[in-house]
């Protein structure tokens, strides 16, 4: 089998390799790239293209921590998670496709699905269909840091909250996610929980509260973290965005209709 290093050429994908318009030749890579695909894959591949691993926490052990490693998971790729997977190395993950041909990761127990510890980490192009399990903490508990953006959230009765920011969690970036109740219960879809949270910056983001919304708010904050950035982000379908303490930061260019409420 081919290893790794033969995925890329010249320091970025190569066209050659499967990539599609999401993963393209402009992105550049320093480390080595590991393919995903549960459809034709095996966790004991060497994460070639042409001999992906079935899961994200397989690709993640080969994975090295701070070398620049991408793992990319193909278009069609689906994962039942019921038990957290901890991410633990600073690797960017790629989702390939486009709307619900995306990477799909459905969360099956009291777990947070993708529970981050590393500093650095990019989750990209992923779809998060509605747990199917009561209790789930959350889809993704952040960490400084972390950037998550292109992703797809539907949160229903047993999405507690989708993205929560703990202590330490600074420079949290989340871009260009939707996010859309589908069922009556989810608490938040994104939940700072900490005065230690310093500079998270939401933008470019849709929040569809289906005119039922989330039990808090779609942003909910109930301590006083610290120069935030919210911009131009979209609330829909009676979803508010609401902080209840003196959190300090700037609000712009944000969008609110159908009986939406912003309060920061």
């Not at 590393?118 to 269909?129: D, K, L």
């Amino acid at each position: 089998m081919p290893g790794p290093s033969s995925l890329y050429e010249g320091g970025m994908v190569s066209t050659t390799a499967g990539a599609d318009e999401f993963i393209s030749n402009d992105i550049i890579i320093t480390g080595n790239v590991y393919y995903v695909y549960s459809v034709s894959g095996s966790d004991s591949n060497d994460g070639s293209e042409n001999y992906p691993l079935a899961t994200l926490s397989a690709a993640q052990a080969l994975a090295t921590d701070n070398n620049g490693d991408v793992i990319i998971v193909k278009s069609g790729h689906t994962e039942t998670i019921s038990s957290a997977i901890t991410i633990s190395k600073a690797v960017k993950y790629y989702g390939l496709g486009t709307g619900s041909s995306r990477p799909k990761f459905t969360c099956a127990a009291a777990i947070k699905l993708f529970d981050v510890s590393a500093r650095g980490v990019e989750i990209n192009n992923f779809y998060f269909p509605k747990g199917t399990t009561t209790g789930n903490t959350a889809r993704i508990d952040a960490y400084a840091g972390l950037k998550i953006k292109n992703c797809y959230f539907e949160c229903g009765q047993y999405d507690q909250n989708t993205i929560l920011v703990p202590a330490t969690s600074y420079n949290v970036v989340i871009d260009s996610c939707s996010f859309v109740v589908v069922e009556n219960g989810p608490d938040s879809a994104i939940k700072p929980t900490s005065t230690d949270v310093l500079e998270l910056n939401i933008k470019n983001c849709s929040f569809n509260g289906a005119s039922i919304d989330w039990d808090d708010a779609a942003i909910y904050s109930a301590v006083a973290h610290v120069n935030f950035e919210y911009e131009n982000n979209t609330l829909t379908g009676n979803a508010r965005m609401h902080h209840n303490t003196a959190s300090t930061g700037w609000c712009s260019g944000t969008i609110a209709g159908d009986n939406c409420k912003v309060k920061v």
